[in-house]
């Protein structure tokens, strides 16, 4: 009797002990083929740096959502049960903000008013088709501070399965990129160079008020290097990036000295030149007609000793991004998206995390480059599609084009390459060459370095309308949003081996649906299946075992 009493007692301080260290000690196992809810190093280090409160409300809520976007709501809800079990600081709740009529509206004003639009979606239940509005965002604040998280990851011509899917693959980077703004203060610095006719300020505002929430940016004129070109490579030399937005006027010597310098001491440097004169504004004109003539940049040595020439023709492709015209005036004008060859629509097979799951990326009057041999590594980050031509300068760009049939036997080209990515150590331009201006620590190869080179300066221009900048990569007209601003983002986070968070966009995972046609036509043999089939079976059971007992019994 006291031996059990013993162990008893015995099984119930284990017991007690058991649960103990449990609430203080456990291990979440993630069985998941694809691993979907492993946080990713990079993520763990920014979840690690939340010391206070950080909040987070997500919209995602509601009853009437089709299932697809159920299953959105049901992996945020577990991604963010990851983070909150990483880190307790981390605590998220699921707000409806159209729950209640009344407020409805003004919630919608209220959201739309930060940036958070609404997403109207169709749903396919039981063979109909209604309609819902949701709000696929999320708020996080963190000592005063709020930052929008977008949930919904856009693709053009993307199905809602292929959205949703896309959008899952999302889900860690956007709320790791939302943390990162929050937690992790600003060092780097980035130099936006002027002076040599570079793009306007309001047409590249959105790209730079997007890498200003990561990186300190400050205009850069090239313009000093005439008077005190020491000063200037010194002054240039204190910013971790350049970036040359589509300069029009030629570089001097001078200028190209320095940022020659400026690579050889380790600079990045990312560019997006024009080789052709042509905008697509000066066609709308009275004879709705414009020439596209070569642009001197005095460049073309500078871009060959790092291993890559952009050649001054034009990059036209069969799949491409529409043109909207009016046709008709006034009352009575019509507005037609009509097929638009001069500006390609770029993407890559390529698995590089700058491409990576990528949306497609609009250009305007590209060029074409060329890489050559050198001892620099060179990844080709976007290309034309393979219907595409080249087109030699000087050459007259009608307007009218887009009312006239394509033949896509002429676009026999192949895929251009539109866009590169250099990395390694780079031989000065002026290495055995008579120097511009005397340098006391010149250098004639470079420390390891990246530096990225676009064929169009237009790829980092957003549209501007009564003088306010629109998103980069929108089209007003269409609705349809294109990868630009992404991509570019991505490119200044690689070049300045920011990479953690672009690596986390390489996650593969397989979100499987349910196919709603199908659905909807085999509803019935399947209710049939489910509920009538053991009512069958039930029967046939118990008239068996009635009809074996009776026998059995009579007997």
């Known amino acids: 009797m006291n031996k059990k009493i013993t162990h008893t007692i015995g099984f119930i301080v284990a017991l007690i002990l058991v649960n103990a260290i449990s609430m203080r000690v456990f291990k979440r196992f993630d069985l998941t083929e694809d691993h979907r809810y492993t946080l990713s190093e990079a993520?763990?280090?920014?979840?690690?740096?939340?010391?206070?409160?950080?909040?987070?409300?997500?919209?995602?809520?509601?009853?009437?959502?089709?299932?697809?976007?159920?299953?959105?709501q049901n992996e945020t809800r577990q991604i963010l049960e990851e983070f909150e079990a990483k880190n307790s600081n981390i605590v998220f709740n699921f707000i409806n903000p159209l729950e209640d009529e009344?407020?409805?509206?003004?919630?919608?004003?209220?959201?739309s008013n930060r940036g958070l639009t609404p997403m109207q979606l169709n749903v396919q239940e039981s063979g109909k088709t209604s309609q819902a509005v949701i709000f696929p965002w999320a708020?996080?604040?963190?000592?005063?501070?709020?930052?929008s998280i977008p949930l919904i990851k856009n693709k053009i011509g993307a199905s809602q399965q292929d959205l949703v899917t896309n959008s899952v693959q999302h889900l860690e980077y956007a709320f790791a990129d939302g943390f990162k703004k929050l937690v992790t203060p600003k060092y780097q610095k980035i130099a936006v160079l002027k002076g040599n006719n570079e793009i306007d300020d309001k047409y590249i505002a959105d790209f730079i008020k997007k890498i200003g929430e990561y990186y300190f940016i400050a205009p850069f004129t090239l313009d000093s290097?005439?008077?005190?070109?020491?000063?200037?490579?010194?002054?240039?030399?204190?910013?971790?990036?350049?970036?040359?937005?589509?300069?029009?006027?030629?570089?001097?010597?001078?200028?190209?000295?320095?940022?020659?310098?400026?690579?050889?001491?380790?600079?990045k440097s990312l560019w997006l030149v024009d080789a052709v004169a042509i905008e697509k504004d000066s066609l709308y004109n009275e004879n709705r007609r414009n020439f596209a003539v070569p642009r001197d940049l005095n460049l073309t040595d500078f871009f060959f000793k790092y291993g890559v020439r952009i050649n001054p023709v034009i990059t036209s492709s069969?799949?491409?991004?529409?043109?909207?015209?009016?046709?008709?005036?006034?009352?009575?004008?019509?507005?037609?998206?009509?097929?638009?060859?001069?500006?390609?629509?770029?993407?890559?097979?390529n698995i590089h995390p700058i491409v990576n799951n990528l949306n497609l990326v609009r250009f305007d009057f590209a060029n074409q480059l060329d890489t050559l041999k050198n001892n620099i590594k060179k990844t080709i980050l976007l290309e034309s599609a393979p219907l595409s031509k080249l087109e030699g300068m000087p050459k007259e760009i009608r307007l009218d084009l887009v009312t006239q049939e394509q033949d896509p036997a002429e676009f026999n080209k192949g895929n251009q390459p539109l866009a590169v990515l250099l990395e390694g150590e780079f031989e000065s331009v002026y290495k055995n060459r008579v120097k511009p201006f005397p340098l006391k620590q010149e250098k004639s190869s470079s420390v390891p370095t990246k530096m990225i080179v676009i064929a169009d300066g237009d790829?980092?221009?957003?549209?501007?309308?009564?003088?306010?900048?629109?998103?980069?990569?929108?089209?007003?007209?269409?609705?349809?949003?294109?990868?630009?601003?992404?991509?570019l983002l991505n490119a200044v986070n690689y070049l300045l081996d920011d990479t953690g968070l672009i690596n986390i966009r390489s996650k593969t995972i397989e979100v499987?649906?349910?196919?709603?046609?199908?659905?909807?036509?085999?509803?019935?043999?399947?209710?049939l299946i489910n509920i009538a089939l053991p009512l069958v079976l039930l029967a046939i059971f118990g008239f068996t075992?009635?009809?074996i007992r009776k026998k059995r019994y009579a007997a």
């Open 459 to 487: 790829v980092i221009k957003n549209d501007v309308v009564r003088n306010i900048p629109q998103e980069l990569g929108f089209d007003r007209w269409t609705g349809k949003i294109y990868g630009n601003k992404e991509f």
């Open 545 to 547: 075992y009635n009809y």
């Open 139 to 147: 708020l996080a604040s963190y000592n005063d501070q709020t930052v």
């Open 43 to 72: 993520t763990k280090g920014i979840v690690n740096k939340v010391k206070s409160p950080l909040l987070i409300d997500v919209f995602l809520e509601g009853e009437d959502f089709p299932s697809e976007f159920r299953r959105l």
């Open 225 to 267: 290097v005439s008077k005190n070109p020491q000063k200037s490579l010194r002054d240039l030399n204190n910013y971790d990036l350049v970036i040359a937005a589509k300069p029009t006027e030629a570089f001097t010597e001078e200028e190209k000295f320095v940022l020659d310098q400026y690579t050889m001491n380790g600079g």
């Open 102 to 111: 009344a407020a409805r509206d003004r919630n919608i004003k209220q959201l």
């Open 512 to 527: 499987a649906f349910l196919n709603h046609q199908k659905i909807a036509a085999e509803k019935t043999k399947w209710q």
């Open 318 to 349: 069969f799949y491409s991004a529409p043109l909207t015209v009016a046709f008709g005036e006034g009352s009575n004008a019509q507005f037609q998206h009509l097929r638009w060859p001069y500006s390609p629509l770029a993407s890559t097979n």
